[in-house]
């Protein structure tokens, strides 16, 4: 396992997911819906006798892609992944996903969900697996991304609980077992997307955060968590700025992933959250266009006057998966390059 004190100045890094391949998953399906909370295996284009097979080609050349591109921190791009939530939300008992419930998405349109018909658990690892391909791939530090209890509790019909405090804290209880395993199993670092946090501060401000750091609770190793906008292939209309955020000064997590490209995001918001790591959103992704390493750098450099270089991770804002992979590995390639140049300037 690499480690991540051998880190660069400015190290670089994927928020999340990166382009799968046309021939693994059906990208027209995928760009015309919302990203689906119960499976949608019709996006898989492989036999499924020989989907896990393809998935992992398709994982070993996104993990390529980013080594040469020159990130300092590698994950496995979510290819194995239909979204970034449904992978693990509906491998957890307790919930009935071939009988789904219904949940207005962040944009307000209904979405069919898990529906939560008993006590969530977690029945045993579930992407452990990935994470050892990924370290087998890297002799770089490596991050995974698990979906964080708030967000999916906000993405199911809850028909057990009865009170979506309950509901979100044992999410939570699933996600701190999760987290705990991908640490014992090699993981460098762990990050938890709660992009509901942003679309629902006032359930996230009540007990959101509660259950964010139920969550992390014991956790040994270095935790992320990250809010965002929503997809930008799918929410093209950004606020300046977050309607959650400075919350997040009181999670235990060691680093807040935020976005700052397509929105132009005011980094003084950052001078609430003193003493975290900041993994900053520098590369736009409402456009395949490669931006110049000149204009990228120019993004970073707005937030050093808030926070320390030293506590800077240069990433992309989310939804990567989007792009055509000749667009995102250009965007990546002048990631590494931007990096490169404030490491000269610092």
């Known amino acids: 396992m690499a480690q991540t004190a051998d880190l660069p100045t400015f190290p670089t890094s994927l928020v999340g997911s990166f382009p799968q391949p046309d021939w693994l998953i059906d990208r027209a399906k995928l760009a015309g819906r919302f990203p689906p909370r119960v499976r949608a295996r019709e996006l898989w284009r492989p036999d499924p006798a020989f989907l896990l097979e393809a998935q992992d080609d398709a994982t070993a050349l996104a993990i390529a892609s980013q080594q040469r591109a020159g990130l300092d921190i590698l994950t496995d791009g979510e290819i194995r992944r239909e979204s970034y939530s449904n992978h693990f939300a509906t491998a957890l008992e ?35 697996r990935d994470l050892e391909f990924l370290l087998a791939h890297s002799d770089r530090p490596v991050k995974v991304t698990v979906p964080g209890p708030f967000t999916m509790s906000q993405q199911a019909q809850d028909d057990f609980y009865g009170d979506p405090r309950s509901a979100a804290l044992a999410y939570a209880e699933a996600v701190n077992a999760e987290v705990t395993d991908l640490f014992a199993a090699g993981a460098d670092i762990v990050q938890l997307d709660e992009p509901y946090m942003q679309a629902r501060p006032e359930p996230a401000r009540e007990y959101g955060l509660e259950a964010l750091n139920r969550a992390l609770d014991g956790v040994v190793g270095t935790t992320a968590v990250h809010i965002c906008f929503g997809y930008a292939a799918i929410i093209h209309d950004r606020p300046s700025g977050y309607s ?28 609430h959250l ?22 990228i750098a120019d993004r970073a450099r707005r937030a050093l006057d808030v926070v320390d270089a030293e506590h800077v991770v240069l990433a992309t804002d989310c939804g990567m998966k989007y792009l055509p992979r000749e667009s995102a590995e250009g965007k990546l390639g002048n990631l590494a390059a931007a990096a490169q140049v404030l490491r000269e300037e610092t």
């Not at 009935?96 to 658990?121: C, K, M, Q, T, Y």
């Not at 680093?255 to 397509?262: D, F, K, M, R």
């Open 244 to 271: 959650f955020l400075p919350e997040l000064a009181d999670c235990s997590c060691d680093q807040v992933s935020i976005e700052t490209a397509q929105s132009n995001l005011d980094p003084s918001v950052l001078k």
């Open 274 to 295: 003193d003493g975290k790591t900041i993994i900053l959103g520098v590369i736009d992704l409402s456009t395949p266009e490669v931006e110049s390493v000149q204009t």
């Open 94 to 128: 307790g919930v009935d996903i071939d009988h789904p419930g219904e949940a207005l998405d962040r944009s307000g349109h209904p979405n069919p969900v898990p529906r939560v018909v008993g006590a969530i658990h977690r029945p045993g690892p579930v992407q452990r």
